[in-house]
């Protein structure tokens, strides 16, 4: 009996010793090299490019680093190292053809389903982290999505979530085109009153969204080159959301398009103004004194403006369209920070690096754009100082390009290796 207590101690005490030897050197270690390295705060390339990867964070940055021993060389030849991409603005549970059906047909398990494969595309994509906008009609289940992904259970971006954004009763993502006997649900959770806000932010909070999502104006009209867009609620009840969810440490972000309803938001401190067809000087004065970033979203409306039913909703789209790159430039002329968000989701996931592309077509130089997708898109889903860099310290999401995105944004859409996490996805 005591030999084999003795035998049952020795075998104990080697398994702790083989533990303890395993977390000493069980962290992986990787040199990444390749042509060139992205150095996104300054908007210039470093030749060549090398990072020293431990576990999951950058160790070290440079034209070179240190060689540790055992440590894995991944050589990306003539390609461009740079921090994985962000997207604030996507919507995982959504794809092409059923927009807005598909909380009549779709069930939600099936859409939590597929919003798994979206995510799997975008990572692959390049888009390491990711702003979810909105599950549209399948409640909380993006809480499913965030936690399998974080746990390691399946690939996808890190994620920031608002379950079902919030709406009012008829208001512009209402089910209002249907026979009302059939009570077709709302893609969105009806908040009237400040009472009602409150209690729907607890209530989304509670099942485990990161933000809320506000839907302040729409529908959208432009007539004779003006702009108008009804607003859907008012300063106060903006202002009470927004105190709600900074109560505990959360943030608001509305779909606003236009006047008043973006000077509400801004008056009311919000994250952002996501949209932002057209802003007031009064409003873009706002934004920039109080860092509320703009997130124009143009890669959905090209595709709106490509995909439409007819040709005069189409030649609508397209006017809308130049409309507000238009504004765009009034807006950057004004000083109002950008965050780089694609509104992916309606248009195939894993494209959406076309939005960086057409922010650079209408009028903002590369390494602004590079600067407001990853450093301000950081800042605004609250991890700025730890990802939209690769620098000492920050977590491991680095990706390689072809080519030089400072001279040719394109380069955004050929992505040859993804590392998320000290995780290699894609090589
Ligand atoms: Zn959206």
């Not at 070179?64 to 962000?86: F, Q």
């Not at 906008?133 to 909380?140: D, F, K, L, R, Y």
């Not at 009763?169 to 009570?183: C, K, Q, R, S, V």
């Not at 124009?296 to 439409?308: D, G, L, Q, R």
Request: aromatic residues 6%; negative net charge; contains cysteine.
């Amino acid at each position: 009996m005591n030999r084999l207590r003795f035998l049952l101690t020795v075998v104990v005490l080697f398994l702790l010793a083989c533990c303890g030897l395993f977390a000493q050197t069980g962290e992986p270690v990787t040199v990444l090299r390749a042509a060139h390295l992205l150095d996104v705060e300054h908007g210039t390339l470093i030749t060549p490019g090398e990072v020293l990867v431990r576990g999951k964070r950058i160790a070290e940055a440079g034209t070179k680093v240190s060689r540790p021993a055992g440590a894995a060389v991944i050589d990306l030849g003539a390609a461009t190292l740079m921090p994985g991409l962000i997207d604030a603005h996507v919507h995982l549970f959504l794809h092409p053809g059923a927009e807005d059906l598909q909380t009549v047909v779709e069930a939600v398990p099936e859409r939590t389903i597929v919003a798994t494969i979206a995510a799997r595309q975008d990572l692959m994509a390049g888009f390491t982290a990711e702003r979810d906008m909105g599950t549209e009609g399948a409640g909380s289940a993006d809480t499913a999505v965030r936690n399998a992904i974080d746990a390691g259970l399946i690939p996808g971006p890190r994620l920031r979530i608002s379950g079902n954004a919030v709406d009012i009763l008829g208001g512009h993502e209402d089910a209002i085109h249907f026979n009302p006997a059939a009570h077709v649900p709302s893609n969105a959770t009806y908040a009237n009153t400040v009472d009602e806000l409150v209690a729907v932010i607890r209530q989304q909070l509670k099942e485990g969204a990161d933000f809320i999502k506000i839907y302040e104006t729409g529908p959208d009209r432009l007539a004779n080159g003006a702009f108008s867009t009804p607003y859907q609620y008012t300063r106060a009840q903006l202002e009470a959301a927004v105190a709600e969810a900074a109560r505990v440490g959360a943030r608001v972000a509305v779909h606003a398009t236009g006047e008043p309803g973006t000077l509400f938001a801004a008056q009311a401190g919000v994250a952002s103004v996501d949209h932002a067809d057209q802003l007031s000087a009064e409003t873009m004065k706002l934004m920039r004194e109080r860092q509320i970033y703009a997130v124009p979203t143009f890669a959905i409306s090209e595709y709106f403006a490509e995909h439409a039913e007819s040709a005069a909703q189409g030649e609508r789209r397209r006017e809308m369209l130049a409309y507000h790159a238009a504004e765009f430039r009034r807006q950057l002329a004004a000083g109002v920070p950008m965050a780089v968000g694609s509104d992916v989701g309606p248009f195939p996931h894993g494209t959406q690096a076309r939005e960086y592309e057409l922010m650079v077509q209408y009028g903002m130089p590369a390494a602004e754009v590079l600067r407001a997708g990853l450093i301000n898109g950081a800042r605004l889903l609250g991890w700025g100082d730890s990802i939209g860099q690769i620098k000492a310290g920050f977590l491991a999401d680095v990706i390689a390009v072809e080519g030089n995105p400072l001279e040719d944004i394109s380069a955004l859409k050929r992505v040859s290796f993804v590392m998320k996490d000290g995780v290699v996805h894609r090589k």
